[in-house]
Each structure stands twice: as structure tokens, then as C-alpha cells.
């Protein structure tokens, strides 16, 4: 990854580094051999944050497997059993469950960063693949981890969603058959319990290869920054560590006390109170509600009448992230420059988010009141042409035709004028 | 050897080729037949699918009352219509829809309507009597499907499906 001139001074580490630069190569990639733009600020943090979170989803998931059992009839029962009998059970549990959620803010941070400051521009394209591939790979491990408490939200949850591939009816019998194949009966039941399962036992360590691929694309061009421009003489990098390594550290530390505030004092807030019933596929709950991170896909998927068309929709609102760096066709990276593309950005953001608000309520529930009343569907529809509309007009057109601010001639220089303004 | 050399080069098909070529289809074919029980295990079970089949005796269910039972971990609907029900099905039958059909092919006989209870847009449990048409409301995504179990409005694309089942007596079905 990182090229590192690591020259180890202890004979020992340099006998072993002469047969295995492993160390060599970690001082290279998160190291003080990886030379770094000076001026990144603290929405840098949030690639480390997510390989923490990583960490520890996999650290407490190892530990939860050890207490639990995959089977309709004991699933529900063996949860109970690490929230009241195991010790520190209940820590472990709602710290991967909270932690599911604190992966995903991070990296929807994590993301909305890139967007903002263009880290998806060239030549950093694949870098930005690769991440959404870690992101696709997370929503499907998120799901199927959901599954696993077999609650009724785990039930309802597991047949909405493995239903929507029941969409893919091409041919007659085509979308059963399929669905037959996922669920590995005529319904979800213990064969689809079993294998989401060994499924969310696995996809955790192909995001880890995803991650270390990603970190790799990552250190050729090496980090973007605040300014969107090439990192270029030496005044205007520094070493990852101690600099980065201790800013990350900081605001890793931060970060953990908000992390505590939900596992100690909020533990549920993020989750569903009927998940704490039984499954059972007899009674549908009277609001089937994905969770939070699913929600602004979850409207778009309720917004399109047809069911084909809903799910394709659902489908391309995130596979369109990765034509981003084609739509976007400005030379300037950073929307510091670029005031028009900086107003959308927000706009685009403000949208998301009421999307995911328009989620969790129902169609014709009525959300503005104004003599006839504008329903939820309405506006879920509204919304979701703005999301698409946001990337196939207004990116491609405002990243060509705004007038953009100048763009300081490196990072150092504009360091220096900071300094003399200030 | 020479004379090989010579041959290839003007691109004539030799032995070698079709080693090639061969070695190439049954490698295909062999992977293929490899990968094939990987996933097809995924599909339904022996044991899953010999859980085919239930008996139901519908002598026990009033007029006007839906029963809900298990038939391979999905609800099935059987409803004893009343006359007025069945004379409103057969009413509507022109009426605008989806996934038109006729009352008197939703079931063999009028009075027993046995339907799967799984809405056909994303399997959730429609709720019985509730709706704009008498008939079934999907609380998912608000979809209605009228006393026929034929989608009225909403997002599901067909009507709730039936399942295959045979009278044994009067009252008694076999689905399955």
C-alpha cells in the first residue's frame, strides 16, 4: 500500500522486517510514512470512526454467536437469555445494535463528506466504488443482522424485503421461484433464519478485505482535502502520525462518550418495541417500519405505484452513486468553490433526510393541513424526483455552468494567507 | 515441430487448438456442475417440501367469519360468505380492475373462499373486513382487496392468490 522507506534500528525488528515488511507496511499506510495534506479538518475523522466501529461490531458479534442460537424456536428466547442471564450480556447486545446504527451516522458522514468536497473526482473513482461497495455490503449485513432476534419486526422486516426480489417476475413463475430460493421454503422460516445468519457471520470479514482495498486505492492519490486541490511540495503534507493518528484519537474519544450516552441511557431508541414480541406469520404488526438507515430508500420504494418500478427505483436511488464522478463535470473538487454546488448539496440533504422522515409514516397518513391536506404519498413523491433530479440535472448542470470562487494555488499558500488575514 | 509452427501461423485449426478449446468446455462444464448443488441446497428442503399438504374440515366455521391456518408457514384464508357477500362479488364483476376476473373463479364453491392470506405486493397479512370494499386491507402499504380477494387499490399488482385444493366432502378441503 503506502511505499514506506521504514528502517527498523532493533536487529530483531530488522531481521524479521527483511523477511516479512509487514511493519513496514503499516508505517506506510497509517503511519508516519504516510504523508498526509495539512489542512484536513475534523470530517476526516470519520474514516477511522467507521474502521473502529467495524472493530467493535465484530468483537461483540463473535461474543453474541458464543449465547446465541439460530433457530425459529430458540432464537427469540436465546436473545432473552443474553439480555437477562449472560453477564454483561445485555452490554454486548446493545452495543452491536447501537452499534449498527453509529456505523451507519458514520458513514453516511463519512459520505455526505466525500459528496461534498468531491473525493469522488478522478483520480479517485475506484476509491469511491469501493466504498459504496462497503456501504452496499453493510445495508445487507444490517438487514439479515436484524433478522437474527426473530422478533416481529424481524419476521415482517425479512418478508418485506426478500419480497422485493419477488419483483423480478420476467418470466411466470420466475419472481417465486427466486423467492423459493432465498427463503429456502415457501416463506421465511428457519432455513432463512439459518442462512442470514451465517451470512451476517461472514459479510463483516469481506467488508474488512472491501476496507483494506479501500485504503489501498486510497494511498495512491492519497487524501483529498478541505481545498479539493493536489497536495504538491512538501509544505503542504505532514507525516499521518503523530499528527493524524492524534486527531483521530481525539475525536474517537468524543465520539465514544456519545456512543455510551445510547448504549447506557438510550439503549432502544433506535430500535422498534414490537421487535420485542415474538415472530409470528400469522399477525402482520399494524406499521412494518425498517430501520432508520433504510428509510429515505424505504419512501422511494412507496412512492412508485408500480411494484417492478418501485423496487428498481429503490435499487438505482443508491447504484446512482456510482456514475457521481461522471455526472459531476466541474475541474474544481471542493463545493467550497463552487457556491451554487454547496447550496444544492444541502438541499439534497434537507430532502434526504424528510425522505427518511416520510418513511416511517403511512401513505395517506396527512402531513401538511391545509383544507384538502397534502398526504405523505404525495410528498414521498415530491421528495423522490428531487433525489433523482438532484443527480441526473442538477449536478451535471450547475458542476459545468456556475461561476466558480478562485482556488488558492496550494494548500501551504493558502495556509499563509489565512494566517496574514487573520 | 517445424511444420506445427508453421501451420499455427496461418491459422489453420490444429490439434493443439482443439486441446484447447476441449480442455476448455469440459473445464466450463465441470465448473458449472460443481457449482450447482451450492445452489440448489438453497432451495426448499426435502422435509419442507413434504409438509405439503393440510386437511381442513370448514363444517365448524359460521357464516360471515374468516379462519386463518398454517399452510407452509403461510396463513391460508378460508371465508364462509354470506349470500349478500357473494352477491356483491358477483356485482362488481365489471367493475374497474387490476387483475380482472370473475367472482365465480375465485372459488369452487361460492360460499368457500380458501385464498392464500399474503398480499401479493410484499407478503404481509391483509386484516379481514377492513378497506373500501368489504374485503381485505393490507395495513403494509395500503393495499384493498375486496370480498373476492381481488385487488381493488393500492400497490399489490395481482389479486390474493389461491391455493390448489380439492373438496374431500362437503366441507372438507385438502390444500395442497
Redesign the interface.
Known sequence: MGSSNYEPTNKAVKWFEDRLPILGLIHGTLGAGYKTPRNLNYWWNFGSLAGFMLVVQIITGIILVMHYTPHVDMAFRAVEHIMRDVNYGWLMRYTHSNGASMFFVIVYVHILRGMYFGSYQSPREVLWFLGLVIYLLMMATGFMGYVLPWGQMSF?GA??I???F?AFDFYDGMGESIL??????????N?TLQ?FFSLHYLLPFVIVGVVILHIWALHLPGSNNPLGIDAKGPGDKIPFHPYYTAKDAFGLSFFIVIFAVFIFYLPNIMGHPDNYIEAN????????VPEWYYLPFYTIL?AV???LL?VIAMFGSILIFFVLPWLDGSKIRSAKFRPTTAFFFWLFLVNTIFLGYLGTK???EIMINMGGGIDALTLGRISSVFYFAYFLVIVPLVSRFETTRPVPTSIAQSVLDARKEG | MTTNDQVEHDEEVTRRNFLYVASGVVGAVGVTSAAWPLVDQMNPSADVLALASVEVDMSTIPEGQTVKILWRGKPIFIRHRTAKEIARGVAEDNDPMKDPVMDKDRAQKPEWLVMIGVCTHLGCVPLDQRGDFGGWFCPCHGSHYDIAGRIRKGPAPRNLDLPKYVYLNDTTVKIG
Open positions: 415482517w418478508t418485506v426478500t419480497n422485493l419477488g423459493h430460493l432465498l427463503w429456502g421454503g415457501f416463506s421465511v422460516d432455513p442462512r406469520p400469522m399477525v402482520t404488526p399494524s406499521h412494518i412507496k405505484p408500480d411494484k418501485g403511512l401513505p395517506d
